[in-house]
């Protein structure tokens, strides 16, 4: 219904209220400033005298969040509109970082806002690029701030996928729109719930890796920090030279618990539910784990010709970084960087790749390529035969032409983001590489690119503050599978 | 119908008979030997004995040509099928360049086969990249022969892309099939005709090229070597500076005759016939044209800024060197290398928007993304409303959702391949410039790349030999827009 903004204004009925959007959101920034807390007490216990940056901080937070709450809860209903379930999505992910990343500034990282703020959607989109060095002797407060950001980025993004984008329609997310949690009833409802399900595994598997980290001899600090960002797949590490320091056998259980983050959480949900084998049947599991697991024994393989490096070097050495780029963590060892040339730019086309939907992965996905590849086949078999009807199936479903459609357009909006955003990086200045490898990993929420400056040796410190705009606004889309924030560009969004 | 093999050899009349496509190539490889008289004609003019390499060529490759046909007589009906089609699309484009490649083994520049057929390739597809260094000291015969091969190989992508793809339905080309040659009869005769006419105002086109730069002071044959390398938007120049030996007003002309080359050759041919005004009326021709024009200006206002240029130098520069990467020319001029990284990096994504569609222009072509961009509109209103039911309009027409989902798996086969073809060049060695710049050079028969190697001052030469198949290869696919080709590697093609 169009209406004239005369008859908007006599019925407010009709008007687009933001109030239902801004209470969730309060509510959110109200949790993420009393989770400043914990970092608080590290700081407390590690007696640097910084703890009064995260106090002040977590004060002015949930000072903030609840006010915002306050504000807007005379207009809470059950239930959200898909125009506010937009827009929800996308204020999450713009207002969170922005509280999140007041302790940068405050803190011994005396950040300026633009580089507090691309750490802080670096780590609430699981990203994992950092503008910081000298990670080792920053307070324990700041570094566990990051794996924490990190840590609910991942499960906030768990949920958007299992609940929102299927919901939205967005980029072929719709596939997944009736498993298992079709009945639940409205979106908010819905949300908190799985949200509570979700929460426990999630915290198992990252309590569950950081006892394995304690069991080979990493601290409790390192072992929790890391825990929390492997989990996420987001690759903060509390060290410059990264995944590095513990290079053995904590780069087996890293990848591990990578592997496991990047496998689609309504399985375990499933699983605990009393459903033992869905895990395998999943399609996109199978196709992931098997295409892993070639690139890995491929580059395995290479290193033991092109070094003199032994079977379970050079075999640990390629799963680490392999699983490590493909399910966008972003964690580089420290032999990587010597691999030469050739093999790191292989790891560009890697992180293009992703892992399963509703994991904490990014990128393009396996179960997107999976239907770009029945769709190829399909073209192809269509031009041979213009008056065949042929049909795609999904793990033995017939999948809607719509879906199809979505999924190409996905494809589409990436490649095309990634072109503009890498020809707006390189018109402030930076060159083709890091134009390039930057947007990449920015999109695909990778964290480390290619090149001098912002490969894995490099850092994201040096750049321009458009740059790092930019880059900022890579990983929110790319975090929200681009068209959940692109669906607000059209002018007929926002009519009623 | 499908048959089982002892069927199909007891009735012949099943089986795939490739006598028709065979007798259409062997006339083929017969006309490009019979060109091969006018090299050695140039030869014999210039005195340095190098003509006897043009008529053993010539001799052998009409006489191959003539047994190809004379073989294959017996099999010719009116018509071709489908599949047939197919074959003797990517059949021309594999036997013409083992042919045209003859004289660069035999003659002057002493090419093994590899460096020889690369040569022919990427002039038969008019990409224009070369291996050969020392231009100005060949005998003219060859370079005389270089811009033979990419005129001829202009003319065919012409008749090519208004008779057979939009006929295979490849890469959403079907949505020109009824413009104009629809009551024409079968595939055959059509090209026939059509070719004669094209032929025509190609000739005229490429005349009035040669003439111009004769008046701008380009001796007699560097303005006819030149004019066939531009009117068919090849690239190929007569000197190791490309066109950079020519500045100043020539440049103009250049750019003129390559703008007319990428503009919709059926526009010319119903201006002929007195319809006046379609060419502008053509929307692919206004958007291509005011694309064009942003950039350069846009381009042209960067170098007044960044260097001491004057208005008319920075245009002109600009004018030319984006004119000829956007139609994919890949003519240089001098200054260009001199622009930095930055702006040349830009030139990457310039050479991906590429001309009209039934121009000699490849890369993705403007008709493509106008589609992809209404298609984009059409899927975030869809995501707003999802059951609203909308028309994506082309030329005023509601284009059929079939043509659209072409288009978008055209897209997804160019960036795939792009991507595949990129790791693949890697894997020999290459750097990650060099790798994706020469992909996407390849793909979009552009000709330079980016970085040292090969890029606008760079040579393919040092390549290795897997890289200068790889290549070769691309440049065969994207002068095929890719699906022409790929729909030979489905099964249920080769099936009755
Ligand atoms: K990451
Ligand atoms: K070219």
Redesign the interface.
């Known amino acids: 219904m169009r209406l004239t903004p005369a008859e908007r204004r006599a019925n407010p009925a009709h008007m687009l209220d933001l109030r239902p959007v801004g209470y969730v959101i309060g509510l959110l920034v109200a949790v993420l400033g009393a989770a400043m807390v914990l970092p608080m007490m590290i700081d407390i216990a590690e007696g640097r005298a910084h703890w009064p940056v995260f106090l002040q901080s977590a004060l002015f937070t949930v000072l903030a969040g609840g006010l915002i709450a306050v504000a807007c809860s005379n207009g809470v209903k059950e239930g959200l509109t898909?125009?506010q379930t937009f827009i929800l999505t996308t204020g999450v992910w713009v207002a969170l970082p922005l509280f999140g990343a007041i302790p940068f500034v405050l803190g011994a990282t005396e950040a300026r806002f633009v580089d507090a703020f691309f750490e802080a959607m670096s780590g609430l989109t699981t990203t994992g690029s950092t503008v910081f060095t000298g990670l080792e002797t920053l307070p324990k407060g700041l570094l566990l701030w990051r794996g924490i950001l990190q840590w609910l980025g991942g499960i906030g993004i768990i949920v958007v996928a299992m609940v929102f984008l299927p919901e939205?329609?967005?980029g072929g997310m719709q596939i997944f729109k009736s498993e298992a949690f079709d009945t639940m009833g409205k979106i908010l409802p819905r949300a908190t719930q799985i949200a509570s399900q979700i929460s426990s595994i999630y915290l198992g598997l990252t309590m569950a890796c950081a006892l394995c980290y304690l069991a080979l001899g990493l601290d409790a600090f390192d072992a929790t920090v890391h825990a929390l960002t492997t989990v996420s797949t987001g690759g903060f590490a509390n060290y410059d030279a990264s995944f590095g320091t513990f290079s053995g056998p904590p780069e087996y259980v890293a990848s591990l618990f990578m592997i496991l983050a990047a496998l689609p959480f309504v399985r375990y949900v499933q699983m605990i539910n009393g459903h033992t084998e869905p895990l395998w049947r999943d399609s996109q599991v199978r196709v992931f784990l098997i295409t892993l697991m070639i690139i890995v024994l491929a580059i395995a393989i290479a290193l033991t010709q092109i070094f003199p490096k032994d079977a379970e070097t050079a075999f640990r050495e390629a799963l680490f970084n392999v699983t490590s780029i493909m399910t966008g963590t972003g964690y580089s060892s420290a032999d990587y960087m010597q691999w030469g040339?050739?093999l790191i730019?292989?790891f560009?086309?890697i992180g293009?790749i992703g892992g399963c939907a509703g994991s904490t992965t990014c990128s393009i996905k396996i179960f997107r390529y999976q239907l770009?590849f029945a769709?190829?086949?399909l073209?192809?078999?269509?031009?041979?035969?213009?008056n065949g009807v042929f049909i795609v199936r999904y793990e033995k479903r017939a999948v809607d032409?719509?879906v199809?459609?979505?999924v190409?357009?996905f494809?589409?909006?990436f490649?095309?983001t990634l072109?503009l955003l890498?020809?707006a990086l390189?018109?402030t200045?930076l060159?083709?590489?890091t134009?390039?490898s930057g947007a990449a990993t920015a999109l695909s929420n990778v964290g480390p690119g290619?090149g001098d400056e912002i490969g894995p040796a490099g850092n994201f410190a040096g750049l321009n503050d458009t740059a790092k705009w930019l880059l900022s606004l890579g990983m929110l889309l790319g975090r929200l599978e681009l068209?959940a924030v692109?669906?607000m560009?059209?002018l007929?969004?926002w009519r009623d």
């Open positions: 898909i125009q939205l329609r967005v040339p050739l730019s292989l560009f086309f293009l770009l769709s190829i086949r073209q192809l078999r269509k031009i041979r035969s213009p032409e719509e199809l459609s979505s190409m357009s494809f589409m909006f490649v095309l072109g890498a020809v390189s018109l200045g060159d083709f590489i134009s390039l290619l068209l692109y669906a560009l059209t007929s969004f």
